[in-house]
């Protein structure tokens, strides 16, 4: 049943949103597409409705995953691109078969040419690649907390966003800045 799986976390960017399906990466990580299906939900709810998933299929997109999670990290500190991930992103580019096509509302659709994973891969390694590559308006940052440290992309106007998404790690740390500076307070006033 799908409620007993762990829910996605929705970003606004594809490949980000994509490297957030695996959570709390430098804590107890949280892996939120644990099955097959789990990924074609997570397609489908992306406009990139595969018609089935092995679990080699998943496997390659966990390890596009990760690789897209290693060079965006890079990218964030201002570190060298690593080339193992660079190949497996750029792999998985060339892999796959989608169009670009407008709809009637004059928005970009991406069509699959077979339906497959691997387009749909292959999507999300371009938009690693556009955002990577500083293609797009925004900024790539780790988020604060320490156990997490998710590559986001930063679209803010500032620029100065600190947590990959405001209502997990930004509420958990404003709580736990709220709770130690109770503590304080009420050690103080003893
Ligand atoms: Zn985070």
Known sequence: MPAEFPD?????????????????????????????????????LHDLAAN????????RARELREAIHAAATAAATGGPLPAPALQVINDSSAQGRAAAVLTTGGERRWQLGSSSVEDALSVIA??????????????????????????????????????????TCGNRQKKARFNANRRKSTRTTK
């Open 126 to 167: 371009a938009d690693a690649v556009e955002i990577i590559a500083g293609e797009r308006a925004g900024r790539l940052a780790l988020c604060a907390s320490p156990t997490c440290r998710a590559a986001f992309f930063d679209t803010s106007q500032s620029r100065s966003r600190k947590w990959c998404d405001m209502n």
């Open 8 to 44: 996605f976390r929705l970003g606004t960017e594809l490949a980000t949103s994509f490297t957030a399906t695996l959570t709390e990466r430098s804590g107890d990580p949280v892996e939120r597409v644990p099955t097959p299906q789990r990924l074609l939900d997570w397609l489908a």
């Open 52 to 59: 089935s998933c092995s679990a080699a299929q998943l496997d």
